[in-house]
């Protein structure tokens, strides 16, 4: 178990802080060592803060430290011009920690817990819901729940594995991975058609049944995206930014996972009333959703500290918003 340390530095805003960059150094050294300081027993790390303005309003630099030794630490941040980097910009600060686990080792505005939390619930909603939903329709719904936790199992494999092919990372980094969104989708929806079939199920009204439970999932767990520090949204001055963090820097930002929660209760509610009031045909619902929610994500993309997708996002929008056209005939006229 590795110990680790986070030291944040605060800003209030224009009144201490010019625009532009804002550059911290910290500089860390362990308080209750008996004799010589080791090699484990001081650190300096400088963060970078960039493109900041008169309203940015009050932030937060954090830096995560790991590879010390354990103990009772003090650390001194100060701002400083990388021009003349022995030249204070601001007031310095003064932070007295003691180490912990590394990876529990956050700053402000990240709550980790959150996140395996409300995906659990989300997890455990959509099963439920897929369940009576299928018992409606006199299908098998414990083997297809059976299915459905391996898929999700699986999804979560799939979902790491598709953020370090899209990071870039080495596979030895698998277990500390991020997890994707597109990655567990692909993943748990290709092992669950393949349950089906195996199981002699109606593949497109098993996604169908699915699809509520699903979206409603992902809105239940995207806001512990939120609370901790993961697919932030971009900095912003807007009067409707919210602070939050993307476990670095904390400030005022687009909510983005928020917005993508609403969507995503939005096409749930949508789907369980169609499922419940409507004989469309198999598979219709799934897909009319799952174009919506790419049609949505893609508009959210900008938003998004790290916009992945800029490459061939218009072409995206255009292709799942005319299915979103097509299959909302389909189901018009089969109703």
Known sequence: MEPGLAATYWSDGATTRPPGDLHVRFSGIRTDVAGPLGDGDRFERVARVENLTHDSGRLSVTTKVKGINSGAWR?????????????????????????????????????LWTWPTLISVGVVLALVLQSVLLSRVHANAVAATGVSLLACALGY???????????????????????????????????????????????????DVTTPGLFLAMAVGRPGCFL?????????????????????????????????????????????????TVDA??????????????????????LR???????????????????????????????
Not at 96 to 109: H, K
Not at 232 to 260: C, D, F, H, M, Y
Not at 310 to 327: C, H, K, N, P, Y
């Open 75 to 111: 650390i001194k941040a100060v701002p400083f011009d990388p021009m003349l980097p022995s030249k204070a910009t601001g007031d310095p600060q003064t932070i007295v920690t003691n180490t912990r686990l590394a990876a529990l080792a956050q700053g402000p505005g990240v709550r």
């Open 157 to 207: 494999l799939g979902a790491k594995a598709w953020y370090l092919i899209l990071h870039r990372q080495h596979p030895r980094k698998f277990a500390t991975a991020g997890a994707c969104i597109q990655g567990f989708l692909v993943v748990t929806l290709g092992v669950l058609v393949l349950g089906g079939f195996v199981l002699g199920m109606n593949v497109g009204t098993l996604l």
């Open 228 to 276: 901790g520090g993961c697919c932030a949204g971009s900095p912003t001055t807007s009067k409707w930014g919210l602070w939050s963090s993307n476990r670095t820097v904390g400030i005022r930002r687009a909510p983005v996972q928020l917005l993508e929660a609403a969507a995503a209760l939005l096409i749930g509610v949508i789907t369980l009333t169609l499922v419940l």
């Open 281 to 302: 045909v198999a598979g219709a619902i799934f897909v009319a959703a799952a174009a919506a929610y790419t049609f949505v994500r893609q508009l959210l993309f900008p």
């Open 305 to 335: 500290a790290d916009p992945h997708t800029r490459l061939g996002r218009r072409l995206t929008i255009a292709i799942s918003l005319a299915i979103l056209v097509v299959d909302a005939g389909v189901l018009t006229l089969t109703t």
